[in-house]
């Protein structure tokens, strides 16, 4: 059976701008990360999304270590928006995020240029999407100057692989690097 989404989603929502940008989020977001992994039915999945969605939340907010098992959240919403929610694409926020740890060796995580793009390539054929809306480094990294982090996010954009970057799990105020 097709999904046809409720055509009063937007009536009851609430939507803020996001900074100062253009862009326009729901007051309510669905985060997927315990609730979209191999332990969970994808069927289970499925109709949280269809609801939420119906309910007017457009942002679903995903990592490249969700799940468990990692990665396995961007792969189960992959298959259910090819399924359920590519008619609507232009109706969402997607985003993702990178920094925990998701393979072995000394580029599997934190902040590296290295491993944000690499990551973001990962995220965006599990989920079989071009481009992500919004793309996070996920924690702040001790060991890889900021400037090389925030570099790798200003070109994932310019290579149109997200539409806007962040910062998530950073403090409001850097601590500063003894020297």
């Known amino acids: 059976m097709v999904y046809q989404a409720n055509a009063t989603r937007y009536q009851t929502m609430e939507f803020r701008r996001c900074g ?16 979209f992994g191999d332990e969970t039915r994808v069927e289970t999945s499925r109709q949280l999304l269809r609801h939420a969605f119906d309910l007017g939340i457009t942002h ?15 792969s189960n919403f992959g298959r259910i928006l090819r399924e359920d929610f590519l008619p609507y694409r232009d109706e969402l ?4 995020k990178a920094g925990y740890t998701m393979w072995d060796g000394p580029y599997g995580d934190w902040g590296s ?5 690499a990551s973001l390539d990962q995220s965006l054929k599990r989920m079989g999407l071009e ?11 001790p060991e890889t100057p900021l400037l090389e982090t925030m570099r790798a996010l200003d070109h994932i954009v310019r290579q149109g692989k997200a539409l806007y970057v962040g910062l998530s799990n950073y403090p409001l105020r850097p601590r500063r690097r003894r020297r």
């Open 20 to 35: 100062q940008s253009g862009l326009k989020l729901p007051a309510v977001s669905l985060g997927l990360w315990h609730n």
């Open 60 to 74: 679903f907010d995903l990592a490249n270590n969700y799940g468990p098992p990692p990665g396995s959240a961007e």
């Open 93 to 96: 926020i997607i985003s993702s």
């Open 113 to 117: 240029r290295k491993y944000l793009i």
């Open 131 to 141: 481009y992500v809306d919004i793309f996070y480094h996920h924690r702040p990294d």
